[in-house]
């Protein structure tokens, strides 16, 4: 099978980031995708927007970016979701992000098994778990998905411990930043100070615990680390003038799973997984377009 065959699902909240002078498609699940599709690879996303013209917007955006927009369900009873991002600090946005919004209503639609069934790689978060419907669609899809990739991506206050430990023992690949490795590990008791300092041991405890394949740990502008079967793997952060981070980690794993799929060594596919989140960085918005050799022709590398 080659690449660009690979069918790689993505699951989850499709909305509007609502910035003090623009608003911008976004979502974690739909900047993967996005990401995947400017890799070539055949990414889709299961989703729901409302049927109003925020909702036509991004169904009209999705087939710009090539997703397929069949899986993309459209509710007549809730709006499109929209976040509201304070990028005051450019290394690190937060979110007001609306409840009760479509995303948090997708329904366990005929066909949906079978889509996931034949998928390579399922990738889902913890946010669009916040609501009981979606969370029980999202479980019956864990329940078929070959390979599972848990983007932790915790965002206050949608979510709680008993939510995001279910998902971690359900997931093969799972991917957070330090803050997020920092508030798991005091889930169990350890000092955060502790555990920052000792990265490897952090994230071995996790990998452990939740029996992963893989445990990728984003650091900000000082890079990532991974840790799997053959070791613990660090690449530095590449420095880059920073536009905005805003998709910056969803990059990050859509580049990782890019160069995983090719199977590639844990060394060079971190070093590109990093780079990829580096060039975001440098751009406004969460999705610009790009392909493998953008990115392989910056200057940092």
Not at 63 to 77: C, E, F, H, Y
Not at 163 to 175: C, S, T, W, Y
Not at 262 to 270: A, D
Request: some cysteine.
């Amino acid at each position: 099978m080659t690449m660009n065959n690979y069918m790689i699902t993505c699951f989850g909240e499709i909305l509007w980031d609502v910035l003090p002078t623009s608003r911008q498609p976004g979502g974690a699940p739909m900047n993967v995708a996005a990401d995947l599709r400017n890799f070539g690879l055949n990414a889709q996303l299961i989703s729901r927007v409302g049927s109003d013209d925020l909702g036509r917007e991004l169904i009209d955006f999705l087939a710009q970016k090539g997703i397929p927009t069949a899986l993309v369900q459209v509710g007549q009873t809730h709006l499109t979701g929209v976040a509201k991002a304070n990028i005051s600090d450019s290394n690190e946005v937060t979110y007001k992000i609306l409840q009760p919004v479509a995303w948090d209503y997708i329904m366990p639609e005929p066909g949906l098994i079978n889509v996931v069934k034949q998928s390579e790689v399922f990738v889902y978060g913890s946010l669009a778990a916040r609501s009981q419907q979606t969370y029980e669609t999202l479980l019956a899809l864990l329940e078929v998905a070959p390979h599972k990739v848990f983007d932790v991506n915790l965002r206050a206050p949608h979510y709680n411990q008993k939510l995001v430990e279910e998902l971690l023992h359900r997931a093969d690949i799972a991917k957070l930043n330090e803050h997020e490795l920092v508030e798991l590990s005091g889930w169990y008791g350890h000092e955060p100070e502790r555990w920052t300092a000792d990265l490897k041991g952090a994230m071995q405890q996790l990998r452990e615990r939740y029996n992963l394949e893989t445990l990728c740990v984003t650091l900000g502008p000082d890079g990532a680390a991974m840790l799997d079967a053959s070791g613990f793997t660090k690449q530095a952060g590449f420095p880059v003038e920073v536009a905005d981070t805003i998709g910056s980690g969803d990059a990050f794993l859509a580049g990782f799973l890019y160069k995983t799929l090719q199977g590639e060594s844990p060394k060079k596919t971190l070093e590109f997984a990093c780079a990829t989140g580096a060039y975001v960085a440098t751009k406004q918005g969460a999705t610009p377009n790009f392909t493998e050799e953008t990115i392989l022709e910056q200057s940092f590398l």
